[in-house]
Each structure stands twice: as structure tokens, then as C-alpha cells.
């Protein structure tokens, strides 16, 4: 109960500390002080600009198996008023990542105290998780790249399941997400003279009713593509002036890494045609990338037995999440798994300004990764 205690008040901490993605400097530090009480084999920090590897190795040569969880909280306004509520105004965790990262506290809590039989554990976590670009900037370290894990796993909690549950899924777990910004320049012209101008007004309207045409929006059937409008700018509040620049943006999901390369392809193709039939130069940007989350077989029959073992309701599901998860860029490159811990059925949904991650599943959470990570490290 004291190490669960600890675990509480650190995840408290952490969620009344908040950081944006890429500035979690605080963060990595309260979670650096909190590992020094179970000092790792090695610790190193600042990897990915905020992120922290920590290894705890076995007593003899065996595989390695890595967890990964996050750091950053969201630009959301919180609404709960308990005493742990978020002191950084505008900022706040509304995705429990503070809960991810109390669970592998837990888990190094564990190891510290039990040294695994075989192999190496490494707990990653990792920055800017939220933006898409946290699980590129920890890959590509140099520090990282030493890493050759044999295995890799990740959790999210998942409000709307039943506390304690645990979810998973052969194959894809969460969609591949990308985001397309188009900017259109054509040419300002007076209100009463549009004709002596290009605007962009004609092209964003036909954008969004071709992009529309290109939806597949159930993802229980093939070719699942959604396509989200996020914002839009046209001109500027001149009355007198017919607009010479646009912009507009979407989100894209898709349950598939190829089909959503494809649909890349054919939305660029699509926007910059367009733009040249309206008299228009066209740029286009992609931003917030999430690679589609492939579980390996053996990695999620891993989780099962985990989850059997402590006597955990398991819960198949059927088809992918359909938000995106920078873990997904991990199990491109390893064998590896993320699974789902049910955070209760009437929770707050993630990114609402009153959820809170629950503390009840935290140990949940801390048994899960440390029953994986026996069944590798204390493998002959």
C-alpha cells in the first residue's frame, strides 16, 4: 500500500503540473526524482529534448522488452475543482498521461525491488506524445538507437469500459491519423470587380465537397477513411476587397500505413488541381502524423496471459480505435503491443476539461506491465 500511496501522490503532482508537448521539462524532472528513490541500472534524460530512458538489467543475458509511457498533458482549460486540479492555466491532463506515467513508476518500483531473472527492461517516457512528434524525436536520438528491444508495449486507460478491464486487439489497435494544411493564393480584386481577381472562396468550397465524396466513415468495412474539416480562413474583414488568399485544414484517418499514404497522395493531387483550375498557387503541408498501431499476435497473447494472470476481465475488440497514438511509430519499428485499461463506464471521455484519470486502476495498470515483462525477462 505505501509504494500504491507514493504512486497516487505522484500522479496528483503531475496532473497539477501540467506541460504542453515538447516543453515537459518539469515533468521529467519530478519523474527523475521519483526513479532515484529506485535507482535504475542507468538513467538518461533529456532524450527527444524532455524524454527519460530508464534501464533496469537482469542478472544474466536475455531479451529485452521496453514500455513506453508519456509525459504531456493538452492546451484544455480544466473545470474540476478537486484539490489536485491543474495549477497551469490553459493547460491540464485530459488524456491521463500523469496516470501512464505513475504506472511505469509503479513498474520501476517493482524491478527496483526485484531485479528481472534474464534480459533487460526499459521504461521510455517519452515526450510530446500528444502532437505527433514525441515517439520520432526518442527514435531518432542517438542515445535510443543503442535500444534493440525485442519487444515493445504501451497502455492507454479508456473511459466507456468497465474499471479494470482490459482491452485488446489482434493486428491494428489505433487508426493511422495525418493532418493536411492547404494554402491558396490567388489574387485581391475590389467587391464590386471580383472578376479582376482570383479568389480562393470557389476552390475551399469545391475542397471540402471533393474531399467529402472521398469519406468511408465505417470502420467496420474496407477502405475506412475519415475526413475531418478543422478550420478555415478565407481573406480578411475588408468589405470592400474580394479575398486573394485562403486556407484549409483536415484530419485524416485511416485503419491502414499504406491505404493512408494513398489517400495522402490522391488529397495533395486533388487540392493542388483544383487550386490550378481556379488560377491559384497551392501549398501544401502535413502536420501531426500518427503511424496506425500494428500489434504483433505473440505481443498482445503476451498481454492475455498477463491479464489472466491477475485475474483481469479481457475484452476482444473487434475493430481499430479510430484516434491516433504516436506509439503506433514503435510498432513499425518492434515487435510490440498497446492495450487498453478500462477507466470506468460513466468517466469523463478523454480530452473533456472534467476528466481526471483514475488512481483505482493505477496498480492495475503497474501489474499488467511488470506480469509482461516477467514472462519475457524470466524466459529461458
Known amino acids: ?48 529534448k524532455t524524454g527519460i530512458i530508464a534501464t533496469y538489467n537482469g542478472k544474466k543475458k536475455g531479451k529485452t522488452v521496453l514500455f513506453r509511457a508519456e509525459l504531456d498533458a493538452l492546451p484544455i482549460e480544466e473545470t474540476n475543482l478537486f484539490e489536485h486540479k491543474s495549477l497551469n492555466k490553459g493547460v491540464s491532463h485530459k488524456c491521463g498521461h500523469d496516470g501512464h506515467s505513475a504506472i511505469l513508476c509503479g513498474l520501476a518500483q517493482k524491478l527496483h525491488a526485484e531485479n528481472p531473472e534474464f534480459g533487460t527492461v526499459i521504461l521510455v517516457f517519452q515526450p510530446a506524445e500528444e502532437d505527433g512528434s514525441g515517439a520520432k524525436k ?42 493536411i494544411i492547404i494554402k491558396l493564393k ?28 472521398l469519406i468511408q466513415s465505417d470502420i467496420a468495412k474496407n477502405n475506412y477513411c475519415l475526413i475531418t474539416p478543422i478550420y478555415s480562413k478565407l481573406g480578411k474583414k475588408a468589405y470592400g476587397v474580394s479575398a486573394g488568399m485562403g486556407e484549409i485544414h483536415f484530419t485524416i484517418r485511416s485503419d491502414s500505413n499504406l491505404e493512408m499514404t494513398n489517400i495522402e497522395t490522391t488529397l495533395e493531387n486533388l487540392a493542388k488541381s483544383i487550386a490550378k483550375k481556379n488560377n491559384l498557387k ?19 497473447e503476451l498481454i492475455r496471459r498477463a491479464a489472466k494472470y491477475n485475474s483481469l476481465d479481457i475484452l476482444e475488440k473487434e475493430y481499430p480505435f479510430t484516434w491516433g497514438e504516436d506509439f503506433g511509430l514503435f510498432t513499425e519499428h518492434y515487435s510490440g503491443a498497446m492495450f487498453g485499461i478500462g477507466s470506468g463506464i460513466n468517466t469523463p471521455a478523454l480530452h473533456n476539461p472534467d476528466y481526471d484519470f483514475p488512481d483505482e486502476i493505477i496498480q492495475t495498470g503497474v501489474n499488467m506491465f511488470h506480469q509482461i515483462s516477467k514472462q519475457i525477462t524470466d524466459a529461458y
Open 186 to 213: 490567388g489574387k485581391t480584386a475590389h467587391a464590386g470587380e471580383p472578376e479582376k481577381g482570383f479568389n480562393p472562396a470557389m476552390a475551399i468550397a469545391t475542397i471540402i465537397t471533393e474531399f467529402n465524396a
Open 1 to 48: 500500500m505505501e509504494n500504491l500511496s507514493a504512486l497516487t501522490i505522484l500522479r496528483k503532482e503531475l496532473h497539477q503540473n501540467p506541460e504542453v508537448s515538447g516543453n515537459e521539462f518539469n515533468t521529467a524532472k519530478r519523474i527523475v526524482s521519483f526513479l532515484q528513490k529506485y535507482p535504475p541500472d542507468e538513467i538518461i534524460t533529456a532524450v527527444g
Open 138 to 179: 526518442v527514435v531518432e536520438d542517438n542515445r535510443f538507437q543503442n535500444i534493440k528491444p525485442d519487444y515493445a508495449f504501451a497502455l492507454h486507460n479508456l473511459p466507456g469500459f468497465k474499471m479494470h478491464q482490459i482491452i485488446v486487439k489482434d493486428h491494428i489497435f489505433s487508426c493511422a491519423v495525418n493532418s
Open 282 to 300: 497551392c501549398k501544401v503541408k502535413w502536420t501531426q502524423s500518427f503511424k496506425a498501431n500494428r500489434n504483433n499476435i505473440e505481443a498482445v
